[in-house]
Nanobody, 123 residues
Framework: QVQLVESGGGLVQAGGSLRLSCAAS????????LGWFRQAPGKEREFVAA????????YYADSLKGRFTISRDNAKNTVYLQMNSLRPEDTALYYC????????????????WGQGTQVTVSS
């Protein structure tokens, strides 16, 4: 059974940083695209970032470029999201996702999802 478990969320002041991790288990994910989405209260889930399995190509929501960085460690079956210069509007539940199809990860139609980790940014 595939499992994705996020960690690293918490409460941080505006301007601070957090690094989220998502550990995958159940099978190898080295050929999967991996990604992050977030959902704030009362809002729809939105794409944050994705990384392909080949060449590690990365993709970001336009509004987050320059502040967030996605990376992966295939040996550890883990994807990371480094978040810098955090703002109160970054407050949300952050989910990781995995799928063999990069397009599915980028559009949020992927097969596998974690339970989420809460990020709260205070002003």
């Amino acid at each position: 059974q595939v499992q994705l478990v996020e960690s690293g969320g918490g409460l941080v002041q505006a301007g601070g940083s957090l690094r989220l991790s998502c550990a995958a288990s159940g099978r190898t994910f080295s050929t999967d695209a991996l990604g992050w989405f977030r959902q704030a209260p009362g809002k729809e889930r939105e794409f944050v970032a994705a990384i392909s399995w080949f060449a590690g190509s990365t993709y970001y929501a336009d509004s987050l470029k320059g502040r967030f960085t996605i990376s992966r460690d295939n040996a550890k079956n883990t994807v990371y999201l480094q978040m810098n210069s955090l703002r109160p509007e970054d407050t949300a539940l952050y989910y990781c996702t995995a799928d063999r199809r990069l397009a599915a990860v980028r559009t949020g139609t992927s097969t596998n999802w974690g339970q989420g980790t809460q990020v709260t940014v205070s002003s």
